[in-house]
Nanobody, 121 residues
């Protein structure tokens, strides 16, 4: 059973918005640090945003002020609201759950399958 299911990606023009969702099953998002990472073709996976169990939030500099991570414990879901999208935001976005606080992929134990975001210029 895949514990995290990502969705919400798509094709959008530059300046547009998307909201990604990460629905958890088999784990409770409120018990974990949750994060979003992204990976563009030919690039390494990079940190985007994270939210701690106490609702502390951290963002990559490249998305600060444009992206917002949030969590709805009643729906066991984590969201990534992405505004003012740029072509360089194009990537596969994946959510992750871990018991530690960090921006390194290896710190996370569970991963979603990823959802493609494509931003056209």
């Amino acid at each position: 059973q895949v514990p995290l299911i990502d969705s919400g990606g798509g094709l959008v023009q530059a300046g547009g918005s998307l909201r990604l969702s990460c629905v958890a099953s088999g784990l409770i998002v409120g018990d974990y640090g949750m994060a979003w990472f992204r990976q563009a073709p030919g690039e390494e996976r990079e940190f985007v945003a994270q939210i701690s169990r106490s609702d502390g939030r951290t963002y990559a500099d490249s998305v600060k002020g444009r992206f917002t991570i949030s969590r709805d414990n009643s729906k066991n879901t984590v969201y990534l609201q992405m505004n003012s999208l740029k072509p360089e935001d194009t990537a596969i976005y994946s959510c992750a759950a871990g018991t530690v606080w960090g921006t390194t992929p290896s710190m996370y134990d569970y991963w979603g399958q990823g959802t493609q975001v494509t931003v056209s210029s």
